[in-house]
């Protein structure tokens, strides 16, 4: 059965960092490209960062270029994304999938950044 569990968010004060974490089942994780995405309150979800099925490369939305890395670990099926230097406009529920958005999506997990 097609399964993606995302955990690891929280709320952060600005400037800090989370990393989120993001377990695919009945997908074929190793063959995937992935992506994160996000959304925010009142917003159209949105891919914010996608990585190749063997993460030899990765592309970036600019708003979390130079601050965001994606990375997966095929072995166990797990995809990531290490935020650093969150701001408040990071805040939104974030969901991985395939970089085509191919499968149901998850529960999410919600990033809050405030102080």
């Known amino acids: 059965q097609e399964q993606l569990v995302e955990s690891g968010g929280g709320l952060v004060q600005p400037g800090g960092s989370l990393r989120l974490s993001c377990v695919a089942s009945?997908?074929?994780?190793?063959?995937?490209?992935m992506g994160w995405f996000r959304q925010a309150p009142g917003k159209q979800r949105e891919l914010v960062a996608a990585?190749?099925?063997?993460?030899?490369?990765?592309n970036y939305a600019d708003s979390v270029r130079g601050r965001f890395t994606i990375s997966r670990d095929n072995a166990k099926n797990t995809l990531y994304l290490q935020m650093s230097s969150l701001k408040p406009e990071d805040t939104a529920v974030y969901y991985c999938?395939?970089?085509?958005?191919?499968?149901?999506w998850g529960q999410g997990t919600q990033v809050t950044v405030s102080s």
């Open positions: 009945g997908i074929m994780f190793q063959i995937r490209a």
């Open positions: 990585i190749t099925s063997g993460g030899s490369n990765t």
């Open positions: 999938n395939t970089h085509s958005a191919s499968f149901t």
